[in-house]
């Protein structure tokens, strides 16, 4: 897995020291992006927790994602959760190392006390000495947070432990701009009280194994969820359910479970969200369509990649952004001059630079700033390459609502009906869209769209 060439520079490490007074912890930071600018050492948020037990184990359950691969565990995951301040907020998301998991831990106003939590975003390294440290914490035990640009510092009666940022994987951030677009796209579809969340959680297989089951669907039934054998209407895709296990870490102190999802076309796996809702605080699990399937090949965001438009409309409505922890398209439209449709692809294309994510819980988009340049997730997006290149090689010649391109030694027939481009390509055949446009359809809408090509990659 590669990570960003962004690699961070400290003055000198960081240091936990002990005196006759306790112990003292010194953290030494490489600079973060706040509403000022760029700060050598910014500050997040210091101050307690309202549910200090709750709190650390949400932080638990987002670490374990970033710890799992719920498919082909070869290899150790990567444990790099992302953490943002959104001024009445503070968000902890993680991957897992398949990246098929997406968990967020959002701690709300009510559940923080302290200064207000500034603006800014950041990645932390969580090892096994702060595991340990959070899994020990009990419902009366104090807990101090200090948000940094570049660390996590949890503090408890026993002392502070310290973790050390680290760089993204580059998965992470096709991943985030990926999810962002699939959980857009969704609707509630049920919510259960805490006993039904519990009693329904509880009954989910764990798997020790890859979780390679195939997808199964559940539908709302009253006040409870059941299964139902075949995708009906309000039905939720449930691909992989092992993987929510991490939900039964904080499962206990739930008020309640929120299920959202796309609706049903056909019977094709899609992906699905699963929140807990928890005192001052909200856990969301999204499940790519099938755990052996990560959320950085889905191609949602490709559209709004190919077209000059929506660059420059990325750049008009990043202006506007200011931290808020929710973002209305209808309020950015207005504000920029700019339709709601073209804001929401401007949204997607500055998804893809990790600028923006998705809260099903208030349907809104919120901003955060991920460490990459802006074109880091376009020129490691293998379909868009191979799509620009056939376009700025003069591959693709237009007849109408068809077109022709040539690639390699076959020439594919791409055809544009109700809004939708269909090609004569394998990938067209195995996925008929359901992961985004294939590179010969990308490229015929490079073409039409006049989008800059001239030289392959921009």
């Known amino acids: 897995m590669t990570r960003s060439v962004q690699a961070l ?18 953290l030494e930071t490489a600079g973060g992006l706040t509403p000022r600018g760029a700060e050598a050492h910014p500050r997040f948020f210091a101050g307690f927790l309202s549910a200090p037990r709750i709190a650390a184990r949400g932080l638990l359950a987002v670490a374990d994602v970033a710890a799992a691969r719920y498919y082909q565990r070869t290899l150790p995951a990567s444990l790099d959760p992302v953490v943002t301040g959104n001024g009445d907020r503070l968000r902890f998301e993680a991957f897992s190392g398949c990246c098929g ?5 959002d701690v709300l106003q009510e559940g923080l006390e302290g200064e207000r939590t500034g603006h800014g975003t950041t990645n932390v390294d969580v090892n096994n000495p702060l595991r340990d440290a959070l899994s020990r914490i009990t419902a009366d035990d104090p807990l101090h947070l200090r948000v940094g640009p570049e660390e996590l510092a949890v503090t408890t009666l026993d002392g502070p432990v310290v973790e050390k940022k680290v760089p993204l994987p580059d998965r992470w951030l096709r991943g985030f701009a990926e999810a962002q677009v699939a959980s ?12 039904q969340a519990v009693a329904f959680l509880r009954s989910l297989p764990r798997g020790s194994g890859n979780a390679a089951r195939g997808a199964q669907w559940v539908v709302a039934s009253g006040s409870a969820l059941r299964p139902t054998t075949r995708p009906v209407p309000g039905a939720v895709c449930l691909p992989g359910p092992e993987r929510l296990v991490a939900l039964q870490r904080v499962i206990r102190h739930a008020t309640a479970l929120r ?24 856990l969301t699990l999204t499940l790519s369509p099938d755990a052996s399937r ?7 965001v490709l559209a709004a990649l190919a077209t ?32 709601v449709e073209r804001v929401r692809a401007a949204l997607t294309r500055l998804g893809t630079a990790g600028r923006v994510g998705y809260d099903l819980a208030d349907a809104a988009y919120f901003h955060r700033e991920l460490p990459y340049d802006a074109d880091r997730a376009e020129r490691h997006n293998p379909r868009l390459v191979a799509a620009r290149e056939l376009a700025g090689a003069g591959a693709v010649s237009l007849d109408g609502t068809v077109a022709y391109v040539a690639s390699g ?21 195995d996925y008929r869209g359901k992961r985004g446009p294939c590179k010969h359809a990308l490229a015929v809408t490079m073409v039409r769209r006049g989008a800059t090509v001239a030289g392959g990659v921009r």
């Open 184 to 195: 857009a796209g969704f609707d509630l579809r049920a919510e259960l009280s805490a006993a």
């Open 308 to 339: 000059d438009e929506a660059a420059a409309d990325a750049e008009l409505v990043s202006v506007l952004l200011a931290w808020e922890p929710t973002i209305e398209p209808a309020t950015l439209a207005e504000r920029s001059g700019l339709s």
């Open 101 to 105: 998991v997406y968990a967020r831990l």
């Open 9 to 26: 520079a400290y003055a000198r490490p960081s240091a936990l020291e002990s005196s006759q007074v306790g112990a003292s912890l010194g």
């Open 259 to 282: 299920v959202y999802g796309p609706p049903v076309a056909d019977g094709a796996p899609v992906a699905s969200a699963w929140e807990v809702v928890l005192p001052g605080m909200r």
């Open 409 to 429: 030694d076959r020439r594919y027939q791409v055809r544009e009906g109700d809004g939708a481009l269909t090609c004569t390509c394998q990938w067209w055949a």
């Open 294 to 300: 990560g959320f950085s090949g889905e191609g949602g």
